[in-house]
């Protein structure tokens, strides 16, 4: 206990009176909390719901060993814990190197139409792709034809694009179904759809390596988890086997969904958390206060 009550005495001196001292120090001090504490935020939103999250807990679990190894004198795996610590950014890098890329690049695209509104064309003909690529979908389902259709969101995959064949034409369902009749030149690998247009076909996807996934699916859904965590990209897959609908979104796999369920797993992460501008707080508020305006002159 003495040796606790050293370090936080140590730590006061050092960090805490000067702040006392300095009042302009002190609004500094607590400006870099906030933003420290806002990264943090932002961090857990980003790996909460993933494999990432199991790791922080990991990384937390060893930290507070470190610590409790420091305070009761338990030299040797103290010694052993603090090495460790000291390889934990590369570490780090190395293990969450799938989701910092990812950050990096939402990062790095463009947003600023978010800012200043989209134009409802493009909604709408985003919306009638959708409902272009559900169709076909559904119809590969009843056939039981095998399917794989890459929708790109913000992060571009022309990597992805380059290992197939260049398309370039407009999003319909009678050529994604044809585009994966089976015994055709394009039916074996992956169509992508961006920008409003059917990119590229037979494309090659990432095969997910994770050990987690079942082993019941095949090369096709693995294929797809893959691609939905190398890039923000949804994929919808139909099974050859079963003809059930999935959709793989950030790593994760929606199994068997159905036609409605497909339509609004889709409009909801293409159309309505990125082209749509959410609405602000005081909109909402002035919303209310009209429609309780509204009712008071009708009962008056």
């Known amino acids: 206990m003495e040796k606790i009550s050293l370090i936080l005495q140590n730590f006061y ?95 790095g695209t463009n947003k600023f139409t978010t800012y200043f509104g989209i134009d409802n064309d493009i909604i709408s003909k985003t919306k009638e792709d959708i409902y272009k690529i559900v169709i076909a979908a559904t119809e590969l389902a009843k056939e039981k034809k095998g399917a794989l259709i890459v929708i790109q969101r913000d992060i571009e995959i022309k990597d992805i694009i380059s290992t197939g064949v260049q398309m370039d034409a407009e999003v319909s369902p009678q050529l994604l179904v044809n585009i994966f009749e089976p015994n055709t030149p394009l039916h074996d690998g992956a169509v992508v759809i961006g920008k409003n247009k059917i990119q590229a076909a037979a494309c090659m996807l990432p095969l997910s390596q994770d050990k987690n996934i079942s082993t019941a699916l ?67 508020i002035r919303k209310i206060k009209d429609n309780l305006l509204g009712k008071f002159k009708k009962k008056s």
């Open 13 to 107: 001196l050092e960090n805490i009176q000067q702040y006392q001292e300095n009042p302009i120090k002190l609004i500094t001090l607590i400006v870099d909390l906030a933003i420290v504490i806002f990264l943090a935020y932002q961090l857990l939103k980003l790996v909460k719901d993933s494999r990432a999250w199991q790791l922080i807990k990991g990384i937390l679990l060893l930290v507070l060993a470190n610590v409790i190894s420091s305070v009761f004198q338990l030299n040797i795996l103290h010694y052993i814990l603090s090495a460790v610590m000291n390889w934990g950014v590369i570490l780090l890098i190395i293990i969450f190197q799938p989701e910092l890329r990812r950050a990096l690049e939402q990062l």
């Open 218 to 284: 095949g090369t096709r859904h693995r294929a797809a988890i893959g691609m939905s965590k190398e890039a923000d990209s949804l994929v919808v897959v139909v099974s050859e086997e079963t003809g059930k609908i999935s959709v793989a979104k950030d790593g994760s796999l929606i199994a068997d969904v159905r036609e409605d369920t497909l339509k609004k797993i889709l409009i909801s992460n293409i159309v309505t958390k990125r082209l749509v501008p959410q609405e602000q707080p005081q909109d909402k």
